[in-house]
């Protein structure tokens, strides 16, 4: 092959070796690919981005240590009652107490007191705040299975059937909720009871017909707004192609609507399930703050501040700790819930 002659610089003549074919080597080197990433991990770096997001959850999980793992290790129970202990202020001695420490005894301090009772108030705020975490999460799963389920029917078929599933939705929004508690708890009270005593229900007799009617309640009023948000995602979802897509190769109307709408929604599942966890913490701490919640001895958020409502002016912290401990849980839920909406919402995702 014939060598190519040396263009002169003042020709305007194109030079051919400008034209050679890049190497495979060097198409590769100007290759600039995003790393292939999935729902979950895109969400979650997103997620990780978020510092008042990522301070809510590291305040959640210290919660969760605080009212699960603590309570295991700390040398009180929330039933106990110390004798001669009633109405300590915090990191206050009984004399009994004092005797011990003058004679070389370690006596572990009453953090925040104790009550009436003589019970340490520190361990009964921190099995409050789980029971009152308890009742959120179970009762936020409850709301996410029937409702998502509900408006997801609703929303895909449409019609007649979405017309008479969200009427009986907006009956359900006029029954009052705790009426409908206290019916429960006194209709089911002595069938309860029954139960309680049967081997392995156990756990009635601590929760009380109280709460348990208030699980009931949960399961039959409060999925009506989760259903509501789902089923307006589904009727906007199921006119994309790819459900088409599915229904002219033959999927089933369960497969569409497990596999394609409410996977689909899951970014709004997320977002509503994370914040009706503090709502259902302040529905269940205002019911018990009435008196409608967990069984004594059992403690609960709103029960120890309703307790504390009669000493306020000589104890004030007896109510300020359940009461900030709530505060703190549901503002933590929400910006955690804020948080996740950016992350997992496509919509909300950043080009």
């Keep these: 092959?014939?060598?190519?002659?040396?263009?002169?610089?003042?020709?305007?003549?194109?030079?051919?070796?400008?034209?050679?074919?890049?190497?495979?080597?060097?198409?590769?080197?100007?290759?600039?690919?995003?790393?292939?990433?999935?729902?979950?991990?895109?969400?979650?770096?997103?997620?990780?981005?978020?510092?008042?997001?990522?301070?809510?959850?590291?305040?959640?999980?210290?919660?969760?240590?605080?009212?699960?793992?603590?309570?295991?290790?700390?040398?009180?129970?929330?039933?106990?009652?110390?004798?001669?202990?009633?109405?300590?202020?915090?990191?206050?001695?009984?004399?009994?107490?004092?005797?011990?420490?003058?004679?070389?005894?370690?006596?572990?301090?009453h953090l925040l007191g104790t009550d009436q009772n003589g019970r340490d108030y520190a361990i009964r705020v921190m099995v409050g705040g789980r029971v009152s975490m308890l009742v959120g999460i179970i009762a936020s799963v409850l709301i996410l299975m029937i409702g998502s389920l509900y408006g997801a029917i609703a929303g895909y078929f449409g019609g007649t059937i979405d017309l008479v599933m969200m009427r009986l939705v907006d009956i359900i929004y006029t029954v009052p909720d705790v009426l409908i508690i206290i019916l429960l708890a006194q209709t089911l009270k002595f069938p309860l009871e029954k139960l309680g005593e049967l081997a392995g229900f156990h756990w009635i007799q601590?929760?009380?017909?109280?709460?348990?009617?208030?699980?009931?309640?949960?399961?039959?009023?409060?999925?009506?707004?989760?259903?509501?948000?789902?089923?307006?995602?589904?009727?906007?979802?199921?006119?994309?192609?790819?459900?088409?897509?599915?229904?002219?190769?033959?999927?089933?109307?369960?497969?569409?609507?497990?596999?394609?709408?409410?996977?689909n929604c899951i970014g709004t599942l997320i977002v509503t399930t994370t914040l009706?966890?503090?709502?259902?913490?302040?529905?269940?701490?205002?019911l018990s703050f009435l008196g409608i919640g967990v069984q004594a001895p059992m403690p609960s958020l709103g029960s120890l501040a309703s307790a504390a409502l009669n000493g306020f002016q000589s104890f004030p912290e007896k109510l300020f700790a359940p009461a900030f401990l709530i505060f703190i849980i549901i503002l933590s839920f929400n910006l955690l819930g804020d948080g996740l909406r950016d992350a997992f919402d496509p919509k909300l995702k950043q080009q």
Excluded at 225 to 242: T, W
Excluded at 244 to 260: D, E, F, Q, V
Excluded at 276 to 286: A, K, L
Aim: hydrophobic share 45%; proline share 4%; with cysteine.
């Design 206 to 263: 601590k929760l009380g017909p109280n709460m348990v009617s208030m699980f009931i309640v949960f399961a039959l009023l409060y999925w009506v707004g989760m259903a509501r948000i789902v089923r307006s995602q589904i009727m906007i979802l199921k006119q994309n192609e790819y459900v088409t897509a599915a229904k002219a190769l033959g999927a089933s109307n369960k497969r569409i609507i497990s596999k394609h709408l409410i996977t």
């Design 1 to 109: 092959m014939e060598e190519t002659k040396k263009k002169n610089f003042l020709s305007l003549q194109l030079n051919v070796e400008d034209f050679v074919l890049a190497s495979p080597e060097e198409k590769d080197s100007q290759t600039v690919m995003r790393e292939s990433v999935g729902f979950w991990k895109d969400g979650f770096r997103r997620f990780t981005k978020n510092k008042i997001a990522m301070a809510a959850l590291f305040i959640v999980l210290f919660i969760v240590f605080l009212c699960f793992i603590v309570p295991a290790f700390y040398p009180y129970q929330y039933e106990q009652q110390i004798k001669g202990s009633e109405r300590l202020s915090p990191f206050e001695f009984s004399k009994a107490e004092l005797q011990m420490k003058a004679a070389g005894q370690f006596v572990f301090p």
């Design 276 to 286: 009706q966890i503090p709502s259902s913490i302040f529905t269940e701490s205002f």
